[in-house]
């Protein structure tokens, strides 16, 4: 490792040039799997992961989960997950990626358990079952037995830096700029191959709840597509942005409605005490969503989860459950003195979120997880096409680009030859917002993000509902908001810097979410995707995957049509 001053303006930032094989960028469930998958198959490979928080409380697991949601029980199998997964998503999902992923399901369970992490069973000493794709664990220390497993693999680690783009060289991509959250420091590290593994995006739209609040939701916070927008500024091509995710959650909270739902089979009803699913077509889960949204325009809302039949046992198994993902709750029922079985559950729906775990939004990849930016693989919810990944989707996608990336970078060599020049012009991109005197702080920008995006792209406020003149107006506002911000947005100190960024990153990502919902002029996935103007699927027209690539020259967000294709061993989705 080297350290000099930066020959620049910002000469009291240290510029820390390093080197590695392979940089993995994001330490949660997928970003930690694949750097332990990359030791365990070559101890001598130089593995760096660059994560913004700290990786023993980071990502979508830093609260624990009560769940292992995709596992096949006895019975089932990768055939019948793919089907699973293809009828949930309307028929339109990357065939090969998810069934390479239920291959792997199990094994990477399995795995987990070996590292430590508590798992609930049954007399017989077997997994015990949530539903045919679950099983129960103890999995509040989730993140913590994850990150103790990286630490003996030998793999490095840099915690509370924040990565900021890719190095690139001729389209490859050669390694990845990063900053600290916590001091004036800007990392330039290349490496031979990079796994992005950075996690989706939250806060693009208005959350539930505001003010201090603003940040009870249910995906993490702190995950704002970065991974995207790194991407997009590369010119990488990516699927899907439309398929959003809509949670359907406890209110006020966001607590999982599943660990209900499954766990302690509670009816879902309306104000009437209707189980009003029955009035609709299908119980998947965007229908479920919709339902419900449906039951409250119609004036039968609110709408509950029904936990009066539960005993008292039930109740006490409820909340130990809950205590190990979302102990909110637990302290809304003891602030009410209520218990569980004493009245139903208010549900309601989260903002939604652009993710490609639940969702498919994500990285355009082949089989082997690579990217259409040579030398740079995507897992978990940065990958695209593949959803209802959940945490062992996000191993499987992990083992996967591990493997692909190892093969990658045999007989190569780190290029480090990254100019000055370009150094300093990425770092002066990144630290050119702190100690500016004029413009506005990072929230200010967020909160004009989340209104635009509420109100004109499908947001709480208007059922999620989306047309094609609020899109429109959508793409004008979001294209003014972002020429402000890149302009306008200040830092105070390193701490909003980093905030900065996230919504720098967050309004590129909302306009090129806004122009595949525009482009799928079809409604595909209820309330996810729920063209008022468009209000049918259209399987003779839309069968097809919507990508995108972005120009950053000229500001300009090309959508390419993909074709589907079912699955056929070896097949990568593209044309």
Not at 24 to 50: F, M, Q
Not at 405 to 428: F, M, P
Request: charged letters at 25%.
């Amino acid at each position: 490792m080297t350290a000099y001053k930066a020959a620049s303006a910002l000469d009291d930032v240290e510029v820390v040039r390093l080197t590695a094989d392979i940089v993995i960028v994001g330490g949660g469930t997928a970003g930690c799997y694949a750097a332990v998958a990359i030791k365990e198959a070559s101890p001598s490979t130089d593995v760096l992961v660059v994560e913004k928080a700290h990786v023993k409380r980071s990502g979508c697991l830093a609260a624990g989960v009560n769940a292992i949601n995709a596992y096949l029980n006895p019975g089932e199998t990768p055939e019948s997950y793919l089907a699973y997964v293809k009828k949930d998503s309307a028929g339109l999902v990357r065939e090969d990626l998810v069934y390479s992923i239920g291959q792997r399901l199990n094994r990477v369970t399995e795995k987990l358990e070996a590292w430590g992490l508590p798992f609930i069973k049954d007399e017989l000493g077997r997994y015990k079952p949530r539903g045919k794709r679950s099983v129960e664990i103890t999995g509040e220390s989730i993140k913590p037995v994850i990150a103790s497993a990286l630490e003996v693999s030998g793999a490095r680690v840099l915690n509370r830096v924040a990565a900021a783009n890719y190095i690139t060289d001729d389209g490859r991509v050669t390694g990845v700029y990063a900053f600290s959250a916590r001091e004036k420091k800007f990392y330039v590290i290349s490496a031979k191959a990079v796994i992005c593994a950075a996690g989706g995006a939250a806060g693009i739209y208005r959350p539930n709840n505001d003010g201090s609040a603003r940040h009870k939701m249910w995906y993490c916070p702190f995950n704002v597509g970065t991974g995207f927008a790194m991407g997009l500024r590369a010119g990488a091509e990516m699927t899907t942005f439309e398929m959003r995710f809509i949670a359907l959650r406890i209110k006020d909270v966001l607590s999982p409605t599943g660990t209900v739902a499954q766990g302690v089979k509670a009816r879902q009803v309306n104000a009437l005490g209707e189980e009003y699913l029955n009035r609709y077509e299908n119980r998947s889960t965007p229908m479920r969503m919709y339902a419900t949204v449906e039951e409250n325009k119609a004036g039968r809302g609110p709408c509950y989860l029904d936990l009066t039949h539960l005993s008292d046992t039930d109740n006490l198994r409820l909340k130990e459950a809950y205590l190990n993902m979302s102990p909110g709750i637990i302290l809304k029922w003891a602030d009410e003195e209520a218990e569980p079985n004493e009245k139903p559950v208010e549900i309601c729906g989260s903002e939604p979120y652009i993710v490609g775990g639940h969702g498919q939004a994500g990285y355009w990849v082949d089989l082997q997880r690579q990217t259409t930016l040579e030398g740079l693989f995507a897992a978990g919810d940065v990958a695209g096409g593949a959803p209802k990944k959940y945490v062992t989707g996000c191993f499987a996608e992990g083992e996967i680009s591990a493997a692909a990336a190892l093969e990658y970078i045999q007989n190569k060599t780190t290029d480090d030859r990254v100019s000055e020049k370009e150094v300093n012009s990425e770092l002066k991109r990144v630290f050119s917002k702190l100690g500016k005197q004029k413009g506005a702080a990072p929230d200010e920008f967020e909160e004009r993000l989340q209104k635009i995006m509420d109100e004109y792209a499908g947001g709480i406020s208007v059922n999620y509902e989306l047309s094609e003149t609020k899109l429109l107006k959508a793409r004008e506002l979001l294209k003014t908001l972002q020429d402000d911000v890149n302009a306008n947005v200040t830092a105070g100190n390193v701490y909003e810097l980093v905030k900065a960024h996230e919504v720098i990153d967050r309004v590129l990502v909302a306009r090129v979410l806004v122009e595949h919902l525009l482009y799928r002029r079809e409604t595909r996935w209820r309330s996810y995707q729920e063209r008022v103007d468009y209000p049918n699927s259209d399987d003779s027209r839309w069968f097809v995957f919507i990508n995108s690539v972005y120009d950053g020259q000229a500001d300009r967000i090309r959508i390419i049509e993909r074709p589907w294709k079912g699955l056929v061993t070896g097949n990568d989705g593209t044309d």
